[in-house]
Each structure stands twice: as structure tokens, then as C-alpha cells.
């Protein structure tokens, strides 16, 4: 059994109550793990090393922080094997795509903030006293401070990657971080410590403190020497986060749920289409914040792309995420397993017609070390109404349910009808329509024929209940910076 610790100072240590929580393999249903149940106790001892690392660490050149952060990305590419296999393992997510690219992306992070730091410099602003009465002229200069100790709070789909998305801005901008992964897939979190003291980041500089969001998460948001909190997870707990920091006027990033919009009009290249439709609403069970959940296709075309795209997503490989062939794994948690077992039971009841999948997967079809495990078919519902729960809450899961349109009105009106806005792709071959689309769009992202294409430049992040601020280049390191303006009368 696997017994995970804090990282907190350069050191691995349990809580300071000593209690723990289990760790559950998905695929399996079986423990294989321990970690810290840690509270406001651990926090603040986390809190505090990190306080104690940030003058120095925030002192040294930016070159120096640049050195630090590509040898954390040259040790991730080093362990790719052994932080691959852990993902999958604690995910349940294939082991292929781990491979590809959860963990090659968490290394991609790092060297993208640790080279972007080199390439930055402050604003200025001459000014010649703007022909105000008694206006004189002036340099500005806006400097950016590194804000001091950051909380960091992830979730458990993507777990390194999305947690190396921030750590790495945080930490070239010169902060100390407190790091919360989520409590159900807190493994390469452990491994990334590791990794740091071998890249020789400095004791208290990056630190990782496992447990549930109701306590050390909670403790993490409302500490007084967090003064910045940036956050990836449900919308939920998202408001409630943004409500404790804007108490205590804390900077706040927000990266929340999504319900997205996959819109195939008909001059669309369709094999391409149907290609990435299948993709984007099953990459990692459907498990993605960005998944094209909502399938909205133009009516001419709806009936032929259908028996198409339920063929293909019937077709798909699911079992043991570690078997190279494997396409689709397990489900994250059990509790996760029966939140969309019961939102596909809804579906049935409120009219939708299940053209695929719909169950989980029958034990039978399941290996022996998997036949406990939390699988659940991919699954195509179309029949329901635009406005029902199922078309409306995010169900983070293997299921994509499908709409019609006649019209591009149609079409907006669909894709915008709910209260998300993070991603949206639409396939279409009429330059006009795309540009006309892109930008009536309820979402921060749009993907024009591809979908989550990624240049670590672009910023990041949604519109409406799916998030507050952005992150990605030149965003990220604003947010983990204070600008600070210099005016000089010349
Ligand atoms: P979650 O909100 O339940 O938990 C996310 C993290 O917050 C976990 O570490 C959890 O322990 C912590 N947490 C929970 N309550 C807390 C509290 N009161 N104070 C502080 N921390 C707390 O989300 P989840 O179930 O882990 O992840 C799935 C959700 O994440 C989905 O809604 C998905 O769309 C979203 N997500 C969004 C993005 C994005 O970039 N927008 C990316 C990935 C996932």
C-alpha cells in the first residue's frame, strides 16, 4: 500500500493529526493508497515555509528561476514512464493518453513559463501632459511584483497537467507556492515534490498539501498570508471561493465547468468533423472541462452524421486503462460513476431516446482485475429538450446528447442557452459564417474546424458560470504579479 505524504518545506510529512484518507484505483474499486487528511494545522505550518522561502526565491534573477523551472520540465520528461502510469492508475484514464499528453503537457508548461520570463518586460508610458491645464509631461513605468505566497487548488481530471499550468507561472513570476491537489487523485502531485528537491528548487518554495477542499482546501482560501488563489474545478465550489476571497480582497482566478457547445453545419468537411466530434466528446470518458458535450448538427445533414458518429462511438475500445489499446478507461470515482449513471436515468426519463451505450459496462466485458472497476459506456442521447437538466448542468461524463438546427440563428441560439461559456468548436467550410459565429458565441474559447489545439500563448478561460479571469501567457503572469506604476515628472 501506497502511503502518501505532504510536501512542506522540502520535506514529506504526514498531517499533523496523522489522519488519513483512502485512495481508490478506478479501475479496480480497490485501495491501494493512503494520503494525508490534512487540515487548517498542515496549512498554515505549509503557509509559513513558503512565506519564509519567497524573499529569497523572489530575489534571485529571473534567469536563475528560468535554470530551476527547465530542469523540473527535463525531470518530468525523464520520468514520463513511471508519472504516465501513476496518472492512469489514479485516474483511470488510458495509460496512452497520460502519455501523450497529460504529463508531455505538464513538462510543456514548465518550459513555456520558464522561457516566457526571459522574453517580458515592463510597460512604459510616455507621457506629454495630455494638453491638461497644468498637466506636465512624464515617464510611467509599471513594474510587476511577484504577489507572495500562491494557493493553488486543481481537480481531478487532468491532475499534473492542470496543476503544472499554475504552478509554473506562479513560480517564474518569483512566488512561493501551497499547492491543493484534489483529494481523489493526489499521486503525481507527490512525485512533482520529489522532482522539485531534485531540481533543486529551494526548500519552501513549492509545497504540496493533500486533503479534502472542506479542510484544507477551505484553510488554504481563507488564510491570511494567501493573498492570491488560483482555482480549476466545478462551478460550485467555484462561487463559493470567489465569495471567501472577495471578503478578504484576495486576487482570484477562476477556471469552472463547461457544457460545449460541437456545431456541424453542412458545408462542413464531415470526415474531419466526425473525426474530432468523437474525440472531443470522449477524451478521457468524457472527462475534460472542454469536451464538446452538446452535439448540434444542421438538419440536412443531422441524419447520415448521427448513424455515423453512434457507429464510431459504439466502436470504441473501453477496458483496463493500462492495456495499450484500451480508448476509453474507467470513470474517476465511484461517486462520480453514479452521478452520471443517475443523470443518463434522467435522460430516459424526460424523453431521451439512448442511441449508444447508456449502462455501464456489463462485467462480463470487463477484464478479472477490472471487473469492480467504475466503467460506464459511451453514450449518444438526442430527443431531449434544450432546457432540461440534462442539456443544461455539466455531467463531466461519456455522454453527449445531440440537437438539430435549420438556421445559423438557430444554431447561436442553442449553443448560448446555458448558463456555461467556456469552449465552443464549430465545423464549417464558410469563412463568413465562421468569423460571424466565433464572435457571437457565448465561450473564452472557440475552435474553428479542430478542437483543443493549444498555444500555451492564448488565453485561457470562460465566460458566464464557467469562470472569472484567465490564464495562459501573458494572463497567467498577470495575475501572479502587482503591477506597481513608477511616474517621474521629466
Ligand atoms: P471540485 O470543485 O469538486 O474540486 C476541485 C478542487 O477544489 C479539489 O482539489 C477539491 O478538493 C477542492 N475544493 C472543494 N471544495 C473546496 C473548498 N470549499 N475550498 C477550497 N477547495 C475546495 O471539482 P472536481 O470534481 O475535482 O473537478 C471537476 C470539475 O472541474 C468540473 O466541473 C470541470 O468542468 C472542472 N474543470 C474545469 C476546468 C477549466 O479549465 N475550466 C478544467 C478541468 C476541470
Known amino acids: ?30 485501495q491501494y493508497s493512503t494520503v494525508p487528511d490534512s487540515d487548517a494545522v498542515d496549512v498554515d505550518q505549509a503557509v509559513a515555509a513558503a512565506k519564509t522561502a519567497f524573499p529569497a526565491w523572489s530575489a534571485i534573477s529571473s534567469h536563475q528561476r528560468s535554470q530551476h523551472l527547465l530542469r523540473l520540465a527535463d525531470l518530468i520528461d525523464a520520468n514520463v514512464d513511471a508519472l504516465a502510469r501513476a496518472e492512469s492508475i489514479d ?6 493518453l497520460a502519455r501523450s499528453i497529460d504529463i508531455p503537457r505538464s513538462a510543456a508548461n514548465f518550459r513555456f513559463f520558464a522561457t516566457a520570463i526571459l522574453h517580458t518586460a515592463s510597460e512604459l508610458h510616455d507621457f506629454d501632459g495630455g494638453g491638461i491645464p497644468g498637466g506636465v509631461p512624464a515617464i510611467n513605468y509599471t513594474l510587476r511584483k511577484p504577489r507572495g505566497v500562491a494557493g493553488l487548488i486543481s481537480p481531478w481530471n487532468l491532475p499534473l497537467y492542470l496543476l503544472s499550468w499554475k504552478i509554473a507561472p506562479a513560480l517564474a513570476t518569483g512566488n ?27 526548500a519552501g518554495v513549492l509545497n504540496v498539501v493533500h486533503g479534502t477542499g472542506g479542510s484544507a482546501g477551505a484553510a488554504l482560501v481563507q488564510h491570511d498570508d494567501v493573498p492570491a488563489i488560483s482555482f ?34 453542412a458545408d462542413a468537411d464531415l470526415p474531419k468533423a ?43 475500445r473501453i477496458g483496463d486503462p493500462l492495456e495499450p489499446s484500451t480508448q476509453q478507461g474507467a470513470l474517476t470515482s465511484e461517486a462520480h460513476f453514479h452521478k452520471v449513471v443517475s443523470m443518463v436515468d434522467q435522460a430516459r426519463e424526460l424523453g431521451g431516446r439512448v442511441l449508444c451505450g447508456g449502462s455501464p459496462l456489463a ?39 445531440v440537437q438539430t438546427f435549420s438556421t445559423d440563428e438557430q444554431a447561436i ?8 461559456g467556456l469552449a465552443a468548436t464549430l465545423f464549417t467550410q464558410n469563412l463568413s459564417r465562421a468569423h460571424a459565429l466565433a464572435s457571437q458565441l457565448d465561450a473564452g474559447i472557440v475552435w474553428v474546424n ?41
Not at 502511503?3 to 480497490?30: C, D, M, Q
Not at 487523485?185 to 512525485?191: E, F, K
Request: glycine share 10%; proline share 6%.
Open 274 to 316: 466526425l473525426e474530432t466530434a468523437v474525440r472531443a466528446g470522449f477524451t478521457n470518458q468524457g472527462q475534460v472541462c472542454l469536451c464538446g458535450s452538446r452535439l448540434l448538427l444542421h438538419e440536412s445533414i443531422a441524419a447520415e452524421f448521427l448513424k455515423e458518429f453512434v457507429a464510431r462511438v459504439a466502436a470504441l
Open 232 to 265: 480549476t474545478g466545478s462551478t460550485r465550489v467555484g462561487q463559493w471561493i470567489g465569495e471567501h476571497c472577495g471578503a478578504r480582497s484576495k486576487r482570484t482566478s477562476l477556471e469552472l465547468g463547461g457544457k460545449n457547445p460541437f456545431i456541424v453545419f
Open 450 to 490: 479542430c478542437w483543443m489545439v493549444r498555444d500555451l500563448r492564448t488565453p485561457f478561460g470562460g465566460v458566464k458560470q464557467s469562470g472569472v479571469g484567465r490564464e495562459g501567457g501573458l494572463e497567467a503572469l498577470k495575475f501572479f504579479t502587482e503591477p506597481k506604476n513608477v511616474c517621474i515628472s521629466v
Open 176 to 202: 512561493a507556492v501551497v499547492c491543493k491537489p484534489s483529494e481523489v487523485t493526489p499521486v503525481t502531485a507527490s512525485m512533482l515534490g520529489d522532482l522539485a528537491s531534485q531540481a533543486g528548487i529551494p
Open 91 to 96: 485516474t483511470g484514464k488510458p495509460l496512452s
Open 413 to 420: 441560439a442553442l449553443a448560448n442557452c446555458t448558463r456555461y
Open 1 to 30: 500500500m501506497l502511503e502518501l505524504a505532504n510536501y512542506i518545506n522540502g520535506k514529506h510529512v504526514p498531517a499533523a493529526s496523522r489522519k488519513v484518507l483512502p485512495i481508490i484505483e478506478p479501475a479496480t474499486g480497490l
Open 363 to 401: 462485467k462480463s466485458d470487463l477484464p478479472t482485475r477490472c471487473k469492480s472497476g467504475f466503467f460506464f459506456r459511451p453514450t449518444v442521447i438526442e430527443g431531449l429538450s434544450p432546457s432540461c437538466v440534462v442539456e443544461q448542468e455539466e455531467i463531466f461524463g461519456p455522454v453527449v446528447t
